[in-house]
């Protein structure tokens, strides 16, 4: 028995039980030090979503994050440039290629000018296509912030440093780390949860969701919109409910006794994931049963029960916020318009995939606003970077559709509601739309400010990983910073 008990011990157990007291010592000061003056952030492991509090008043309680994967055109849609459309069709400029990396362009590429038509609305005189006329309509509610860029030009890297902060897997995403730091209203459902839609994960897979080297809890639970909610939810055949409930209390006293003779608090964490699962068995069958909804919200969203699509994600969504689900994560796949085939061209697919999102993005916002919602929802728009100013050339030539490569440069990120500034532009491209000139936000910019948002201070709000207090915002590239000009 001892024998046994001794292969399970770890270096970090001995730190931790040791006569010597290093266990209290790192409490005392590396945990200290991660949570800030407030003190280390104690976790229930047998609890690990019990709700928390930041380390100021949260502006926003809930998190919508909505990725449009493969990054849509900004120049298709909000960043509207006249100069651009002058110089259409004209050699690009080699000071806009001399030492910048691309996808595919190779050689002289034609500048290509805003293929839709802009118009100014709202009381905010923000500049929409044609694309997203629905959208249009709510644009007195939302924050642009037209000047992010990131130094990833392929999709997975790029993915990745938006939702986890680096380039790399392995790293929790900003999922993980808002449920991490303040649980969920909701004990019966998973505090972070996933839909995707347009037939695919995003290229990055199931690390942009990840909670790395947080507990395992943390991760975002990936979830379907049609069928069971989580795959194996339902018991198997034969099996009831209290048979169900006989098994997980014979298994939960095996970890309990695990627990006690090895003290590993994820023992105990897997005891709280299971019950998870029991108790979701009722409530995420509610919560996802959109058909509860009457006609006119159907109506608003342009859904369709009983199919995946990014519209039945949507009012998910908006369902999930009310019963206290802390982050709900929407990837919507099929946005990346090379213009090498019909599907991903900007006289072709791309026109689908805005008619496909535009009136359930519109619907919303106005949902969330109309229920009371909004104040402490955020709801957050973009891709993993932008498009380039000039049409795409595979192999040097001119291609028959469409398209624009990967545009690291600059990329527009709308948000609404949550503490954000409503009918508020921050920052800017140059005249071609090109590149961030004013007042660029990175994604660690972007990092800090949503856990501003959340309640945190981004340098305190950290993990002890290795000897070092590991953060979103990034510890390896210092300077991160909040963007208080969006702030309401």
């Known amino acids: 028995m001892n024998h046994q008990l001794l292969l399970h011990q770890t270096r970090r157990h001995f730190l931790r039980d040791c006569s010597s007291g290093l266990g209290a010592l790192w409490l005392a000061s590396t945990a200290s030090r991660a949570w800030g003056a407030s003190g280390p952030l104690k976790k229930d492991p047998a609890h690990p979503l019990l709700p928390a509090n930041g380390h100021f008043q949260a502006r926003a309680k809930h998190v919508i994050y909505l990725h449009m994967a493969g990054s849509p055109?900004?120049?298709?849609l909000f960043d509207y440039k006249p100069e651009l459309k002058r110089l259409d069709g004209r050699d690009c400029p080699m000071s806009m290629l001399a030492g910048k990396q691309f996808a595919f362009i190779q050689g002289v590429p034609q500048l290509l000018g805003p293929q839709?038509?802009?118009?100014?609305h709202g009381q905010s005189g923000q500049w929409f296509s044609d694309r997203l006329p629905h959208l249009a309509r709510m644009t007195d509610d939302l924050c642009f912030i037209k000047s992010m860029h990131t130094d990833q030009f392929n999709h997975g890297p790029a993915q990745l440093l938006m939702?986890?902060?680096s380039q790399n897997p392995g790293l929790p995403c900003a999922g993980a780390w808002a449920t991490y730091g303040l649980g969920s209203d909701n004990q019966n459902l998973p505090g972070f949860i996933v839909l995707t839609s347009g037939g695919k994960n995003p290229d990055a897979g199931k690390s942009v969701w990840g909670s790395g080297f947080l507990p395992s809890v943390y991760q975002g639970v990936q979830c379907r919109s049609q069928g069971d909610p989580v795959l194996f939810l339902?018991?198997?055949?034969?099996?009831?409910r209290s048979q169900r409930r006989l098994t997980l209390d014979a298994l939960a006293e095996l970890n309990q006794r695990t627990a006690a003779e090895v003290g590993d608090p994820e023992?105990?964490?897997r005891i709280a994931q299971y019950e998870m699962a029991f108790n979701m068995q009722a409530s995420a069958t509610d919560a996802f049963n959109i058909q509860q909804e009457p006609a006119h919200i159907h109506a608003l969203y342009g859904t369709q029960p009983g199919q995946e699509s990014f519209a039945n994600n949507c009012l998910l969504a908006r369902r999930l916020v009310e019963r206290g689900v802390r982050y709900i994560q929407l990837f919507d796949w099929g946005w990346d318009s090379h213009g090498a085939s019909k599907s991903e061209a900007l006289n072709g697919g791309f026109i689908d995939k805005c008619r496909s999102v535009d009136q359930a993005l519109a619907a919303l916002i106005?949902?969330?606003k109309q229920r009371g919602l909004l104040d402490d929802t955020l709801v957050i728009w973009g891709g993993e970077f932008g498009r380039t100013s000039m049409q795409e050339n595979r192999g040097g030539k001119k291609m028959a559709l469409t398209g624009r490569d990967h545009n690291p440069l600059a990329f527009t990120?709308?948000?609404a509601g949550g503490g954000v500034k409503p009918g508020y532009t921050h920052g800017s491209t140059d005249d071609l739309g090109y590149e961030a000139v004013v007042d660029k936000v990175s994604p660690h910019d972007f990092h800090a400010t949503l856990l501003h948002l959340l309640g945190f201070d981004h340098t305190?709000?950290?993990?002890?990983?290795?000897?070092v207090n590991m953060r979103l915002s990034n510890v390896t590239k210092p300077g991160s910073k909040v963007v208080k000009e969006i702030v309401a």
């Open 116 to 120: 839709y038509e802009f118009k100014q």
């Open 234 to 240: 339902s018991n198997p055949e034969g099996v009831t």
């Open 267 to 269: 023992t105990l964490t």
């Open 413 to 415: 990120v709308w948000m």
């Open 163 to 165: 939702h986890t902060g």
């Open 366 to 368: 106005a949902d969330l």
């Open 460 to 467: 305190r709000f950290s993990y002890p990983v290795a000897g």
């Open 73 to 76: 055109s900004q120049l298709e």
